[in-house]
């Protein structure tokens, strides 16, 4: 299986500003990356989905990168909000049956 | 609709003993998993079934069963309850094929499970 990392520390942010997540993997390149948010004590929920052939991918406020070169994804979050304050987790394609695996997640902080 | 749905929320076990985590998704979707989610470890894969009938392991079975009877319901059973499986357990499903299998995961809330 992959070795997925996401930055373990939290992500303290000041309203307004970009917040800038990464997803590093190890092995091959998976033919796509999810990333979801997670809120304390409720179950993750799926923002958006890159594919190796795309180079980014856009969606209100949010943008995601692939570089399968890097084996990396980053996460970016404009015009931050307090609303934004949540886990992030990315989760890669592991089988030609689409499971997943899951990267533990960052912490974001949003203060206003 | 509900989505996916899990029971219970909450449980605290003895050692040894034994419980079936409910999950029931009324979207159709052919896809079901079971996560177990240790702060700082991220979801770990337990169990999943491609559809009624069929299921398969994931990263971290030992302990666990499933079945899958039905479309709409996939339950957890542990036989015999430890200490390590003190965790948060995730429901998710998903419509995926071999030609478009890019399904997004709907989870359920989650159960939170203690064992004393």
């Known amino acids: 299986s992959q070795k997925i990392e996401q930055n373990s520390e939290a992500l303290n942010i000041q309203e307004g500003k970009t917040a800038t997540l990464t997803c590093n993997y190890t092995n091959y390149s998976p033919a796509y990356l999810q990333w979801y948010r997670q809120d304390p004590g409720r179950g993750p929920v799926f923002l958006l989905l890159?594919?190796?052939?795309?180079k980014e991918k856009r969606k209100e406020r949010l943008k995601v990168t692939f570089d399968t070169t890097l084996k990396q994804s980053l996460f970016h979050i404009t015009a931050s909000q307090p609303a934004d304050s949540a886990t992030y987790l990315c989760a890669l394609r592991t089988d030609s049956w689409g499971k997943l695996q899951f990267g533990a997640g960052t912490q974001v902080v949003v203060t206003p | 609709n509900a989505g996916v749905t899990q029971t219970p929320k909450f449980r605290i076990l003895k050692i040894g003993q034994s419980m079936t985590l409910q999950c029931t998704q009324d979207?159709?979707?052919?896809?079901m998993y079971w996560y177990r989610q240790d702060p700082g470890m991220g979801l770990k894969l337990i169990y999943y079934?491609?559809?009624?009938?069929?299921?398969d392991k994931g990263e971290v079975p030992n302990g666990y069963n499933v079945s899958r009877s039905t479309t709409e319901d996939f339950p957890l059973r542990l036989e015999l309850a430890a200490p390590s499986q003190t965790s948060v357990y995730f429901c998710?499903?998903?419509?995926?094929?071999?030609?478009?299998?890019?399904?997004?995961?709907?989870f359920g809330e989650g159960s939170r499970l203690t064992v004393l």
């Open positions: 079934s491609v559809g009624a009938g069929i299921t």
């Open positions: 979207m159709n979707h052919n896809y």
């Open positions: 998710a499903s998903s419509y995926s094929d071999r030609r478009k299998n890019t399904g997004e995961l709907f």
């Open positions: 890159i594919r190796e052939n795309e």
